[in-house]
């Protein structure tokens, strides 16, 4: 199963300022996720990261607000930008093993999150 | 819109007694997971679920998919205090070029010793 650490683990940020956190992975996977549970919430996918093309945002949520970067198969970022007290919130990077994928056969992993309190 | 429904939201149970949890998904999906959440830590993938009739067991916890019903139970047997957690299933929606998962509303469990 595919290793994931993200960084950093947490972080308290003011109003208006912006944060970007990394997510690592040991291996090369095809497909990689920008996930935000919330405080006592399920988890929202943001994004799908896509290596060499630009990032498929889901309803609700913009480029200009969660800029994503993918530039390998191994590593993404994202950007939370112009922060506000209701970003608070755990960001979680996620993968699908690429051997599995070809196989038909896959699953998702999950990196350890990133903890977000927008003060 | 899709939606993923997960009853109980909460769930408090005695050592010892059986109880099952349920996830409702309102479009067509052939595979889901379910995944077990500490406080404080990211998810831990408990079950993958790929075809209709799927049945897995992993100790005291056993899941099943019925994709005609759109219906999905983890079986909780003879609970123990340690199988305290949030427990979430997620859908698996296959958009040709990619796949994404869709998150119910989570399960929270306290066992009671």
């Known amino acids: 199963s595919a290793v994931i650490s993200q960084k950093p683990s947490r972080d308290i940020c003011q109003r208006g300022t912006s944060l970007t956190i990394q997510c690592q992975v040991d291996?090369?996977?095809?497909?990689m996720f920008w996930y935000r549970q919330q405080p006592g919430q399920s988890l929202t996918l943001i994004a799908t990261a896509n290596q060499g093309s630009e990032a498929t945002y889901e309803s609700g949520f913009v480029i200009d607000k969660f800029p994503i970067s993918r530039p390998n198969l191994t590593f993404s970022t994202l950007t939370v930008s112009n922060m506000s007290p209701e970003d608070s919130s755990i960001y979680l990077c996620s993968v699908v093993d690429l051997y599995d994928i070809l196989n038909g056969e896959y699953e998702q992993y999950f990196g350890p999150g990133t903890r977000l309190t927008v003060t | 819109e899709l939606k993923v429904e997960q009853n109980p939201l909460f769930l408090s149970m005695q050592e010892g007694k059986n109880y099952t949890i349920y996830c409702n998904y309102s479009?067509?999906?052939?595979?889901l997971y379910w995944y077990r959440q500490d406080p404080g830590k990211s998810l831990e993938s408990l079950f993958v679920l790929l075809s209709n009739g799927a049945v897995k067991q992993e100790g005291r916890l056993m899941a099943s998919l019925d994709t005609k019903a759109r219906l999905s139970t983890l079986h909780i047997t003879a609970a123990v205090h340690d199988l305290s957690a949030t427990y979430f299933c997620a859908v698996d929606i296959y958009g040709g070029a990619t796949n994404k998962l869709i998150f119910g509303t989570g399960t929270l469990l306290a066992v009671q010793p």
């Open positions: 479009t067509t999906s052939d595979r």
């Open positions: 291996s090369q996977v095809t497909m």
